[in-house]
């Protein structure tokens, strides 16, 4: 069974806080992206961290050039157990992010490099797909940790999954998106995840919200 990965975009500390807490006993690991480190600080990694003890994943999807990156990727991992990046900059980009992990293993830190190849949005569709393929080749190529693969489109979470095949994948569009479940459970296994963020924090409950989901999964 996939693990269940919690998106926390929510704009409020107090109230990221009480939903990590609550959802903790059900919830594998925890996706903090711009909206609550932008509205708090990147210090609210390792608040988050402290309350819940999960491994904490910071979705920035970063995607500038290697130089740029790297500080990018130096600052996240100094709190955070491992970032998303952008596969569509290129090998070079991706590179620089996966040698300051490597420098964070090297001190017995294990850091995860994410990647995405083929985003969960309808507008995905125009640019990225026609290349997720390209991408997620070079994330074989790479030996990244992870890749991020759309749940809204099954067939292409199969596709993407095959090519990547050494990566784990995390998987948004679950819930708020429409994605189908049963299908994406057909093709993720123990060591991937699927994303779920407003189906969770937006329920009245959430606590109950992440029983149900875990409970599916
Ligand atoms: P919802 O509320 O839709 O949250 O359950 C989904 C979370 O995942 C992020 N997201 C993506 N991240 N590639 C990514 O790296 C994607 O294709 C993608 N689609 C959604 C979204 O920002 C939110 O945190």
Do not use: W
């Not at 975009?9 to 903090?32: F, G, H, M, N, R």
């Amino acid at each position: 069974m996939p693990k269940l990965m919690l998106a926390l975009d929510v704009l409020d500390e107090s109230e990221a806080i009480k939903i990590s807490e609550e959802t903790s006993e059900y919830v594998d690991c925890i996706k903090i992206g711009y909206p609550l480190v932008l509205a708090t600080d990147l210090g609210i990694i390792k608040r988050i961290k402290e309350k819940t003890n999960k491994e904490v994943i910071c979705d920035f999807k970063v995607a500038d050039i290697p130089a740029t990156n790297e500080k990018i990727a130096r600052l996240t991992l100094n709190y955070a157990d491992g970032i998303i990046c952008q596969g569509f900059v290129g090998l070079d980009s991706v590179k620089a992010i996966i040698n300051v992990a490597e420098e964070y293993k090297q001190v017995g830190n294990s850091k995860k490099v994410i990647m995405v190849t083929e985003m969960s949005h309808e507008g995905a569709k125009s640019f990225m797909q026609p290349i997720a393929n390209e991408i997620a080749k070079m994330a074989g190529k790479l030996n990244v940790d992870g890749i991020v693969a759309p749940s809204t489109r099954p067939t292409r979470l199969k596709e993407l999954k095959e090519i990547a095949n050494n990566a784990f994948v995390i998987s948004p569009g679950v819930g708020a998106q429409g994605g189908d479940l049963q299908e994406v459970l057909k093709v993720l296994d123990e060591n991937d995840y699927v994303i779920v963020g407003r189906a969770i924090y937006l329920n009245e409950n959430p606590k109950e919200s992440a029983k149900k989901y875990k409970e599916l999964l």
